[in-house]
């Protein structure tokens, strides 16, 4: 199946500050989802993204389907922007089923 | 719109006693309903993935069964816990290809 890598594995900020995070994977994909972990354990969508750009707020996202990669920029960083962040994109069996990376952990300080 | 809830929100568990985790999803009909283990260290692991009542699919051999007595409810089972199923277990519902997910029970098994 479809392999997915984040980049960085960490990440410290300092608030207001922008970060890139990156989202490698091993075959085209017809989907691709980002994903934020808050604290507290829930994994709220951020973006639907199979191709081009959205934004949505002070984050967007860019996925080149052709050369396998999505990218999520976070602009102007704030605290509550901790957490973990993760892509996923379609297992090859089907049904729909998603293949996460290990997610970038990122950490805003004030 | 939709809605997915997962319970007990937290639950501890001695080695060798049953598990029984409810998920129920409102406001949308014949979804796909997924099982997620998130163990420490980050990553998720797909579990079970149901296309309908009664049917369960499963993606790694273990301790866990799944059912789906209801359209909107999906069950993850266990006879007998072992300290391996310790974790972070989450519900998410799909349609065509974004899932998304609900608050997660943190299982300790002791």
């Known amino acids: 199946g479809i392999q997915v890598e984040q980049s960085p594995p960490d990440l410290i900020l300092q608030e207001g500050a922008n970060s890139t995070l990156r989202c490698n994977f091993s075959?085209?994909?017809?989907?691709l989802q980002w994903f934020h972990q808050n604290p507290w354990g829930q994994l709220i969508n951020l973006f639907y993204?199979?191709?081009g750009t959205k934004q949505n707020g002070r984050l967007s996202a860019t996925t080149v389907a052709t050369e396998r990669y999505s990218l999520l920029y976070i602009s102007s960083s704030q605290t509550t922007d901790s957490g973990v962040y993760f892509c996923?994109?379609?297992?090859?069996?089907?049904?729909?089923?998603?293949?996460f990376g290990k997610g970038t952990m990122l950490l805003v300080s004030p | 719109s939709q809605t997915i809830h997962q319970w007990p929100a937290t639950l501890v568990q001695p080695v060798g006693s049953p598990l029984s985790l409810e998920c129920t999803v409102e406001?949308?009909?014949?979804?796909?309903l997924y099982w997620y283990r998130q163990a420490a260290g980050r990553g998720l692991q797909l579990l079970f993935y149901?296309?309908?009542?009664?049917?369960i699919s499963s993606e790694v051999p273990q301790n866990l069964s799944a059912s789906r007595p209801q359209d909107r409810q999906f069950i993850l089972s266990s006879k007998k816990l072992l300290l391996s199923d310790s974790g972070f277990y989450l519900c998410?519902?799909?349609?065509?290809?974004?899932?998304?997910f609900g608050p997660g029970t943190r299982l300790t098994v002791t």
């Open positions: 998410a519902w799909g349609r065509g290809n974004e899932q998304y």
């Open positions: 075959d085209s994909v017809n989907n």
């Open positions: 149901s296309v309908g009542i009664g049917q």
């Open positions: 993204i199979p191709s």
């Open positions: 996923a994109g379609p297992t090859l069996s089907g049904y729909s089923t998603l293949t």
């Open positions: 406001g949308t009909s014949n979804p796909n």
